[in-house]
């Protein structure tokens, strides 16, 4: 628009404004060099943070499940290691149960059914491959009662177990009608007369031991009591039968009472029980009973079902002198007095036992204590013959270790373990703080991944748990959480089982001990990080895509340095991968890395298979 008082439209601007615009050009350029210089607000961190990692968000992973063989197209030029899959003569590999190495061990304690891993130079380069019509696990709770026979393809429990109501087999899948050795009526039946006794269905009874737990049937049909159950079996002549536990939905390890320590720590379930599991409770002086005391809280229940109880009517099935199971009885109630505990119940079948609140009523005539130790320093170590001493207590009605409220209260009460101050640098508040911030990363999680929270993810594992907060988000009848605590990081497992969850110690380093394609959803924080100066994060890796179901899904959370690392090894294992921001931004250098294993089997075309490299 032209001034009427300068009609040329040209306007004379002063020397004032001329200095102004040549001032804060200077001012700009200056600013700018001195954030390029690394003394701005992060400025450097974040354009080499953003160099780094692809941290747009996930839109484009499919989580979905696909039953059919599709076949894999690696890319041309990969830029990392390509691991071809094992030979199918590896689909079921544990690594570090397996039955050739076993047999050089010896028998006496189930020494040869232990953790015995490869050496460095045996150790597997290859992905372990998914049975040929593998299907994804129906969900829970159907799974707990069918099984597609293409996962599992062994039928030798149907025919031994058949008269115990184990498992049958239907057409193309098996079908757990919840029997069991001890409960060939049912378990709930079985489940019904424990109740009685013990307190299940008011939450004072949140966390379970099962040894022996055959399909895990009890453990399966507790879980709708809510009570979560860890059980366990060894790899025997009595196929698949932890793998079937999983498959069904249910928590289970591979494990044995033999010569060293339970991988949970003291104190940490609310009963235990043995039915029919032909554990020699009398031998060793008591050893394995001793055992069982060690990992039972105070106030908690032993059931017994099976040899020697109601001998009178097995000993000649059990093919057995009536003397010889009515001292074995006998001892077993010895043994039970100098652990502290009392006969509740005897009828039919079953012998329940409560181990008392605390020791100061106890009957313990020249016991032998266990000396004082790290009571959860138990990896490897050696199972001893001896007493875990209860906690020291001021009263007689005070429960030893401290009283725990009822379950579901007690998933974010305060631990004993925190408020004794048990646990380096915890306190009441990081706790509560921890329990917040968990909170928003699960969140933050199912924004990401919308499957998480739902029945698609059944069986999940947190390799690095600390406190259980991520399980304690995801807490729901739809899914379980497997808490690994590192045995080289804090020993935080006695506060996940305080809070009513379960879980184990394990080193990262070695195969966990599980089947393949037992889990759904894994969840890795800081786990990378942990281990980069202990063992190689291929080994790690692989040891991921075994226990990882097809289609399931990986979260990492590390430094994105670490990720990248991460990253680059998993793009030559059939994963696809994508890289996230942290909940707070980019300028954050902890970054989500999600994966999402692709779903292939062995023997098909394009999946050939090859020995170890």
Same mark, same amino acid.
């Given at each position: 628009?032209?001034?009427?008082?300068?009609?040329?439209?040209?306007?004379?601007?002063?020397?004032?404004?001329?200095?102004?615009?040549?001032? /804060?050009?200077?001012?700009?350029?200056?600013?700018?060099?001195?954030?390029?210089?690394?003394?701005?607000?992060?400025?450097?961190? #974040?354009?080499?943070?953003? %160099?780094? #990692?692809?941290?747009?968000?996930?839109?484009?992973?499919?989580?979905?499940?696909?039953?059919?063989?599709?076949?894999?197209?690696?890319?041309?030029?990969?830029?990392?290691? *390509?691991?071809?899959?094992?030979?199918?003569?590896?689909?079921?590999?544990?690594? &570090?149960?397996?039955?050739?190495?076993?047999?050089?061990?010896?028998?006496?304690?189930?020494?040869? $059914?232990?953790?015995?891993?490869?050496?460095?130079?045996?150790?597997?380069?290859?992905?372990?491959?998914?049975?040929?019509?593998?299907?994804?696990?129906?969900?829970?709770?159907?799974?707990?009662?069918?099984?597609?026979?293409?996962?599992?393809?062994? %039928?030798? /429990?149907?025919?031994?177990?058949?008269?115990?109501?184990?498992?049958?087999?239907?057409?193309?899948?098996?079908?757990?009608?919840?029997?069991?050795?001890?409960?060939?009526?049912?378990?709930?039946?079985?489940?019904?007369?424990?109740?009685?006794?013990?307190?299940?269905?008011?939450?004072?009874?949140?966390?379970?031991?099962?040894?022996?737990?055959?399909?895990?049937?009890?453990?399966?049909?507790?879980?709708?009591?809510?009570? /979560?159950?860890?059980?366990?079996?060894? $790899?025997?002549?009595?196929?698949?039968?932890?793998?079937? #536990?999983?498959?069904?939905?249910?928590?289970?390890?591979?494990?044995?009472?033999?010569?060293?320590?339970?991988?949970?720590?003291? $104190?940490?379930?609310?009963?235990?029980?043995?039915?029919?599991?032909?554990?020699?409770?009398?031998?060793?002086?008591?050893?394995?009973?001793?055992?069982?005391?060690? *990992?039972?809280?105070?106030?908690?229940?032993?059931?017994?079902?099976?040899?020697?109880?109601?001998?009178?009517?097995?000993?000649?099935?059990?093919?057995?002198?009536?003397?010889?199971?009515?001292?074995?009885?006998?001892?077993?109630?010895?043994?039970?007095?100098?652990?502290?505990?009392?006969? %509740?119940?005897? %009828?039919?079948?079953?012998?329940?036992?409560?181990?008392?609140?605390?020791?100061?009523?106890?009957?313990?005539?020249?016991?032998?204590?266990?000396?004082?130790?790290?009571?959860?320093?138990?990896?490897?170590?050696?199972?001893?013959?001896?007493?875990?001493?209860? !906690?020291?207590?001021?009263?007689?009605?005070? *429960?030893?270790?401290?009283? +725990?409220?009822?379950?579901?209260?007690?998933?974010?009460? *305060? !631990?004993?373990?925190?408020?004794? @101050?048990?646990?380096?640098?915890?306190?009441?508040?990081?706790?509560?703080?921890?329990?917040?911030?968990?909170?928003?990363?699960?969140?933050?999680?199912?924004?990401?991944?919308?499957?998480? @929270?739902?029945? $698609?993810?059944?069986?999940?594992?947190?390799?690095?748990? @600390?406190?259980?907060?991520? #399980?304690?988000? +995801?807490?729901?009848?739809?899914?379980?959480?497997?808490?690994?605590?590192?045995?080289?990081?804090?020993?935080?497992?006695?506060?996940?089982?305080?809070?009513?969850?379960?879980?184990?110690?394990?080193?990262?380093?070695?195969?966990?001990?599980?089947?393949?394609?037992?889990?759904?959803?894994?969840?890795?924080?800081?786990?990378?990080?942990?281990?980069?100066?202990? &063992?190689?994060?291929?080994?790690?890796? /692989?040891?991921?895509?075994?226990?990882?179901?097809?289609?399931?899904?990986?979260?990492?959370?590390?430094?994105?340095?670490?990720?990248?690392?991460?990253?680059?090894?998993?793009?030559?294992?059939?994963?696809?991968?994508?890289?996230?921001?942290?909940?707070?931004?980019?300028?954050? !250098?902890?970054?989500?890395?999600?994966?999402?294993?692709?779903?292939?089997? @062995?023997?098909?075309?394009?999946?050939?298979?090859?020995?170890?490299?």
């Amino acid at each position: 628009m032209v001034s009427k008082h300068n009609p040329s439209g040209n306007k004379k601007r002063s020397p004032l404004s001329i200095f102004a615009v040549i001032g /804060l050009c200077c001012f700009f350029y200056i600013l700018g060099a001195w954030q390029r210089s690394g003394f701005g607000k992060g400025d450097s961190i #974040a354009l080499e943070v953003t %160099k780094q #990692a692809d941290c747009s968000i996930f839109t484009n992973l499919n989580f979905e499940t696909h039953h059919n063989d599709v076949e894999i197209v690696e890319p041309s030029k990969p830029k990392a290691q *390509v691991f071809k899959p094992c030979d199918v003569k590896y689909t079921d590999y544990t690594p &570090c149960q397996e039955q050739d190495r076993a047999m050089k061990f010896p028998r006496d304690n189930m020494i040869y $059914r232990e953790r015995h891993c490869p050496p460095e130079e045996e150790k597997l380069h290859c992905l372990i491959p998914a049975p040929k019509g593998y299907m994804t696990p129906f969900e829970w709770p159907k799974s707990r009662d069918y099984v597609h026979y293409a996962n599992v393809p062994h %039928k030798s /429990l149907t025919v031994e177990k058949a008269v115990q109501n184990w498992v049958q087999f239907k057409g193309n899948v098996f079908k757990f009608p919840g029997g069991g050795t001890m409960f060939p009526q049912g378990a709930d039946a079985y489940i019904d007369e424990l109740a009685s006794v013990i307190p299940i269905a008011d939450g004072s009874v949140r966390t379970a031991l099962d040894t022996g737990c055959g399909v895990a049937s009890w453990g399966a049909y507790m879980l709708k009591r809510n009570v /979560l159950a860890m059980s366990f079996a060894p $790899r025997d002549n009595h196929e698949a039968q932890v793998q079937f #536990a999983l498959e069904r939905g249910v928590p289970a390890v591979i494990g044995v009472l033999g010569s060293i320590n339970l991988p949970y720590p003291s $104190r940490a379930f609310d009963m235990a029980q043995c039915s029919r599991c032909l554990i020699p409770w009398t031998a060793n002086d008591g050893m394995y009973l001793m055992e069982v005391d060690r *990992v039972l809280r105070p106030g908690g229940y032993w059931v017994l079902s099976g040899p020697p109880i109601n001998w009178k009517t097995y000993y000649q099935v059990w093919k057995r002198t009536k003397e010889d199971l009515k001292a074995e009885q006998k001892k077993i109630e010895e043994l039970a007095e100098q652990l502290c505990w009392e006969k %509740k119940y005897e %009828k039919g079948d079953i012998a329940i036992f409560r181990k008392k609140v605390n020791d100061k009523s106890c009957i313990r005539n020249s016991a032998n204590m266990c000396k004082p130790r790290g009571s959860d320093d138990v990896w490897y170590k050696k199972m001893e013959t001896c007493i875990t001493p209860f !906690p020291k207590v001021s009263s007689a009605s005070e *429960v030893a270790g401290g009283e +725990l409220k009822k379950f579901p209260a007690r998933l974010f009460a *305060v !631990p004993p373990h925190i408020s004794k @101050g048990l646990v380096e640098g915890v306190s009441v508040e990081s706790y509560q703080e921890d329990n917040k911030l968990w909170k928003k990363h699960v969140n933050a999680y199912k924004r990401i991944n919308r499957l998480i @929270g739902t029945a $698609r993810y059944r069986n999940v594992m947190d390799m690095n748990a @600390g406190l259980g907060g991520f #399980a304690a988000a +995801l807490e729901s009848p739809k899914s379980w959480v497997m808490n690994v605590v590192p045995t080289i990081g804090k020993d935080t497992l006695g506060v996940i089982y305080e809070r009513g969850l379960i879980g184990i110690y394990h080193d990262w380093c070695e195969g966990f001990s599980t089947y393949p394609r037992t889990y759904d959803l894994i969840h890795a924080n800081g786990v990378f990080s942990l281990y980069q100066d202990n &063992c190689s994060f291929e080994d790690i890796l /692989l040891e991921m895509d075994r226990i990882l179901r097809p289609e399931g899904a990986v979260i990492f959370r590390d430094d994105v340095d670490v990720l990248n690392k991460v990253r680059k090894i998993a793009g030559g294992m059939r994963w696809d991968t994508k890289m996230n921001d942290h909940e707070d931004g980019p300028l954050v !250098p902890e970054k989500i890395l999600v994966a999402v294993k692709q779903y292939w089997v @062995g023997g098909i075309k394009g999946n050939s298979t090859s020995s170890a490299e």
